[in-house]
């Protein structure tokens, strides 16, 4: 019985106490990570390291907040803001050389 009115009187001690405050919320601007997908072998530049794209056709780089362009093919390209999936991630295509569907256009495969 003494155990059970000195857990109580405990209990109350810890409830009575001060409530922490609420943490404050961040949130990352633009895009945390990008996926560049692309033919396998595919060779790029990101954040002054080489990358190539793996069989699979694609990989994730985390994007550590000031690298806003890439290197493909000698060409130095802008990073464009876009859709972002539900964790955050931008994919970004890569288009080493141009095919036939895509007539006059830079290596990213878009159209100036």
Avoid: W
Wanted: net charge neutral.
């Amino acid at each position: 019985m003494i155990t059970i009115l000195a857990a109580a009187a405990l209990s109350i001690t810890i409830d009575l106490g001060p409530k922490p405050k609420a943490p404050k919320v961040t949130c990352h601007k633009g895009a945390v990570s990008y996926v560049f997908t692309g033919k396998p072998g595919v060779k790029f530049t990101y954040d002054g390291r080489s990358y190539a794209i793996p069989q699979n056709g694609s990989i994730e780089l985390v994007n550590d907040g000031g690298k806003s362009k890439y290197v493909l093919a000698g060409e130095a390209i802008d990073i464009q803001p876009g859709t972002l999936d539900q964790f955050g991630t931008q994919t970004i295509k890569l288009v080493e050389s141009l095919d036939t569907n895509n007539q006059g256009g830079n290596a990213n495969g878009i159209n100036p």
